[in-house]
């Protein structure tokens, strides 16, 4: 081997080997130290948020156990990205699965849900909350498929009478979403 390929193979090796350290090692505290110091300004009730783990190799981004003030919250959230996201300036999401997603809808005297107050309305946030630039592009989505699995919730009246036995399927919901593709939903609420 001449000295230019063996340059081009060290150089192809410690770009790989860095991309790899930094997906597996770095990326998963930066993502649970970004959310945790965001989740305040736009949330009103505290976040709880598990191990964060992302392989840069399949792009599979899985955060376990979070906890939006006891509220809704889930077990495990699995993201699948897609490589075209790179090329084509949007994010293309292959499979979003969640699993043992649980919410408590509660209705309050003043007849909003206690869901209403997960986030803050623009007149009530905080005053350090970061504002959008007007100028910036929207980010495009595109979300091929959503899984939910093994979820449960209770609603709750303003009286306090609670609704735990009647299950609301999300099947017809889910199928009448155009453009998107929803494998399963296994939940009731």
């Known amino acids: 081997m001449n000295k230019k390929m063996r340059l081009f193979l060290r150089k192809f090796i410690v770009l790989c080997l860095s991309y ?88 309050e005297k003043n007849g909003k849900t206690n869901l209403e107050t997960i986030l803050y309305r623009q007149s009530d946030k905080p005053k350090d909350m970061p504002t959008q630039n007007k100028k910036s592009r929207p980010l495009l989505i595109q979300i091929d498929s959503v899984i939910l699995k093994y979820g449960k919730g209770y609603s709750k009246g303003p009286t306090g009478e609670s609704n735990t036995k009647t299950p609301i399927s999300l099947n017809h919901w889910l199928e009448s979403r155009n453009n998107t593709q929803y494998l399963s939903s296994n939940f009731n609420l």
């Open 20 to 107: 790899l350290i930094i997906g597996f090692v770095a990326v998963p505290p930066l993502l649970h130290l970004t959310i945790s110091q965001l989740a305040p300004s736009y949330l009103s009730v505290p976040l709880k948020i598990g191990a964060i783990r992302f392989n840069p190799i399949t792009l599979k981004l899985t955060i376990d156990t979070m906890d939006a003030g006891g509220i809704i919250g889930f077990s495990q959230l699995s993201v699948d990205l897609a490589w075209d996201s790179f090329l084509e300036q949007k994010l293309h999401i292959q499979s979003i699965e969640v699993q043992r997603l649980y919410g408590a809808a509660v209705l």
